[in-house]
Every structure is written in C-alpha cells, then in structure tokens.
C-alpha cells in the first residue's frame, strides 16, 4: 500500500474544490461624488477604478428570502450573500438599479486556472466582509505597492505573500487572522 502525502492530497482537492460564485453588490467609484472623494482622501491612494468587494464600500445587495433565493445561495455562516449559477445571479442583478455582478472564487490557496474575464485579487476577512487591500487601513507599504488602480492585486503570488504577511504580523487583528484571498472576475452582463 502507498503512503499518502496529506498535504499533496489538501491540495489536490482544494485545487478540485474551487467554485465560482457570485455576488450582486453596490457600484462605487469614480462617478460617487463626495463618498468617492472622502474615500481616496482617507486611503490615500489613485484608483482608476474600484473592483474590491468590500461589503462596507460595495454592500451586498443579495439577501436570501424566497425558496428560490435559498436554492441559490451557499448555506454556510457569513456566506449567505453568495450565488450559486450566474443565470440565477444575472435574474437577481436585474432587481437592483447602481448594482455590479461579479465573479469570485473564495478563499484560494492556488492560482485560479481560468483567468478569463479575471480583474485581480482581493483580500478578504473570515467574515467576507472587509478588504484589507482598500478598507482595512492606509498608508501600508506591503499593500500599497502591489495595489493595482482597480483596488486589487494583479498577481496571485503576490496576494498570497501579502495575506501571509497579514497573518503573520498581525495575528491579534480580527480582520488579519484568518484572511482569505478572493479571485474577482467580471461577468459582462
């Protein structure tokens, strides 16, 4: 009988594992005036655009409610907000004026194999809810030098060093601890 590698096997199926979901979440950016300017003033950096799903400046607009929300949404602690088919995401994205539909893939230990239609990295809280990368603090050297002008990281290496620094040199914060990192990819609906 062969002797086998648990870590090789995690992998393996982390890497089998990967979904994408989606989610319905509130645009904000450019075009949102005084919230637009108070944001780049406090974070002190040059977007061009802003593609993080951070759930306090993009809140999700999902919410399950009828049976068929629930036959479409991921069932687990603090991932509720999170569609299961895109046809069904699309039906949801058409109910909200100043929304956005976006692809993810939570929670990633590898690189992504489809890199279609991919924006970039986010870096995410256990809760799914704040991006250490655009609202979690300012003027962090690690972060801001591989932030792209869209709000997420370009290279999936490079997300995977910054969470693992978070982690690391901040273990105390809630936020840090436990980070994951998201793939963010655009629908084009």
């Not at 979440?25 to 637009?36: E, I, P, R, T």
């Not at 290279?155 to 982690?167: P, V």
Request: proline share 2%.
């Amino acid at each position: 009988m062969q002797a086998v590698d648990a870590k090789k096997t995690a992998q393996l199926l982390q890497t089998l594992s990967v979904i994408m979901y989606y989610k319905v979440v509130k645009k904000f950016g450019l075009d949102f005036g005084s919230d637009w300017s108070s944001y780049k003033e406090w974070r002190n950096f040059e977007f061009s655009s802003f593609e993080s799903v951070d759930a306090l400046l993009r809140p999700d607009l999902f919410e399950p409610k009828s049976d068929e929300d629930w036959d479409n949404c991921v069932n687990e602690d603090y991932k509720l907000n999170l569609i299961t088919n895109l046809e069904y995401a699309a039906k949801v994205h058409s109910r909200f004026k100043n929304s956005d539909l976006v692809g993810v893939e939570i929670e990633l230990e590898t690189p992504p194999k489809e890199t279609t239609e991919l924006l970039g990295f986010d870096i995410l809280d256990e809760y799914c809810q704040v991006s250490l990368l655009t609202n979690w603090g300012n003027n962090n050297d690690v972060i801001d030098t591989s932030l792209c002008k869209n709000g997420l990281i370009g290279d999936f290496s490079e997300a995977l060093k910054i969470r693992n620094y978070l982690r690391k040199d901040f273990k105390e914060d809630g936020h840090a601890e436990f980070c994951g990192i998201w793939a963010i990819y655009t629908t084009n609906t």
